[in-house]
């Protein structure tokens, strides 16, 4: 997989629970670096030197792979165009972003997001979420477990998932998806019954979230800084 980032700035608290809530139901001496979705996994060599070898990818040159990534940009936007450029500028301040990789990480990011969302998980959250957008995912949980509500939600999968946007803001780049997905939800209350959504039905929802990282830090993360309902 890969890395990725931001339009800038967050969705309010009370903007991000109410549109969660609709949505979900009022719903990684060694340590490992934080999982991240956007990176290519590294592949082991033989089973028996597992532990100690692994096999890394025969590197391109820098030009080729500049050249594979432009090729890459011109499939997904137009040359010439605003977003074809935004790309193009993204790509120069940060060589190691590439479109298709990147709207594959975002994929995987965002069932990750909605499904820890639905299980409470903050840990997960945290690592994906800015920290504005994370307080306010972790204010929405809050309110929902005070409730004492809890969310049974199944990702059935993305329809569509595509670059929109994006642009270099300071020293951030940030890459704004629109993504058409289904999702099984229901929330249940403390009493047991199903109080919003329904556990049998697939339900359809289209979002667009915008992804940003700090060309500064050495950090490749991309993580969730802003998302909004497509209308």
């Known amino acids: ?11 309010a608290a009370v903007f991000i629970f109410l549109r969660l809530r609709s949505v979900l139901g009022q719903r990684t001496g060694h340590e490992r670096p934080p999982y991240d979705p956007f990176s290519k996994p590294d592949k082991k060599a033989d089973a028996g030197d597992a532990d100690n070898v692994v096999t890394l990818p025969r590197r391109k040159t820098d030009s080729a792979a500049a050249a594979e990534s432009m090729a890459d940009i011109d499939a997904i936007a137009a040359p010439g165009t605003p977003l074809n450029r935004a790309l193009r500028d993204v790509r120069e301040k940060d060589p190691s972003f590439a479109p298709s990789p990147f709207v594959d990480g975002a ?19 945290k690592n994906l979420l800015s920290r504005e957008v994370f307080e306010g995912f972790s204010a929405a949980l809050d309110e929902r477990e005070k409730r004492g509500e809890k969310v049974q939600s199944s990702f059935v999968g993305i329809k569509d998932a ?37 556990p049998e039905t697939v339900t ?28």
């Open 1 to 11: 997989m890969f890395d990725f980032s931001t339009l800038i700035f967050i969705v």
């Open 107 to 125: 994929k995987l990011a965002y069932e990750m997001i909605v499904l820890a969302f639905a299980d409470g998980d903050r840990k997960t959250l």
């Open 162 to 198: 595509r670059i929109v946007a994006a642009e270099i803001k300071a020293s951030e780049a940030n890459v704004t998806l629109r993504i058409a997905s289904e999702i099984i939800t229901a929330t249940i209350g403390k009493d047991g019954a199903v109080i919003e959504g329904d």
């Open 204 to 231: 359809e929802v289209t979002d667009v979230w915008t992804f940003a990282r700090d060309l500064r830090s050495r950090d490749p993360n991309w993580k969730l800084v802003a998302t909004e309902a497509d209308e």
